[in-house]
């Protein structure tokens, strides 16, 4: 039985931006003004799915 390809835990910040339907502009901002937790090791920055997906949930508003 093969088993299903996972989805990866950090994006990069392109994929990031492709998962969030955005520009690396706004995921900037997002990052830098709204508190989006971002990782930078030896200068690479990765954002954990999650993160990014609670992020997004956290400003979701009821349809009227």
Same mark, same amino acid.
């Given at each position: 039985?093969?088993?299903?390809?996972?989805?990866?835990?950090?994006?990069s910040?392109?994929?990031?931006?492709?998962?969030?339907?955005?520009?690396?502009?706004? %995921?900037?901002?997002?990052? +830098?003004? *709204?508190?989006? $937790? &971002?990782?930078t090791?030896?200068?690479?920055?990765?954002i954990?799915?999650?993160? %990014?997906?609670?992020?997004? +949930?956290? *400003?979701?508003? $009821? &349809?009227?």
């Amino acid at each position: 039985m093969k088993t299903q390809p996972t989805a990866p835990i950090y994006l990069s910040m392109a994929n990031a931006c492709r998962a969030a339907g955005v520009t690396y502009k706004t %995921l900037r901002l997002w990052t +830098d003004t *709204y508190g989006l $937790p &971002v990782i930078t090791i030896g200068g690479i920055k990765r954002i954990k799915r999650a993160d %990014l997906e609670q992020f997004l +949930d956290s *400003y979701k508003k $009821p &349809v009227a």
